[in-house]
């Protein structure tokens, strides 16, 4: 299960995530929601992995196709607050380094408002 919750921040909205992002559970969910915000003109889009204790190889590909589908749109996606296990699966699925990952969320919002 997962809890997503919704806030904005300056440009960009906050999902803070709480849970596991994982198949049949959080990994629709997340991509759910970031659907709903494109559909709703909200581009920039920050996720909070504060709460999240582990994701799986279909929440990693959930991560990379709503990177995607933003970018289809002129938007973005950061990632904030990797726990060390989700910043492990990402390293080891070689796709870390295709996002904007960052540890202090006043930065990720500052980047989000002077880029695009």
């Not at 997503?4 to 909205?13: H, K, L, T």
């Amino acid at each position: 299960m997962l809890n997503i919750r919704e806030r904005q921040a300056g440009d960009a909205v906050v999902l803070d995530l709480e849970g596991n992002i994982i198949m049949g559970g959080g990994s629709a969910e997340l991509r759910d929601n970031i659907r709903r915000l494109i559909q709703e003109g909200k581009e920039k889009v920050i996720l909070n992995f504060a709460g999240v204790k582990y994701i799986d190889s279909s929440g990693v590909g959930e991560l990379v196709s709503s990177s995607v589908a933003l970018n289809r749109v002129s938007g973005h996606l950061r990632l904030l607050n990797l726990p060390e296990k989700v910043e492990e699966v990402m390293a080891l699925s070689s796709i870390l380094s295709i996002f904007e990952v960052y540890d202090d969320e006043t930065e990720a919002v500052k980047k989000s408002t002077t880029n695009a």
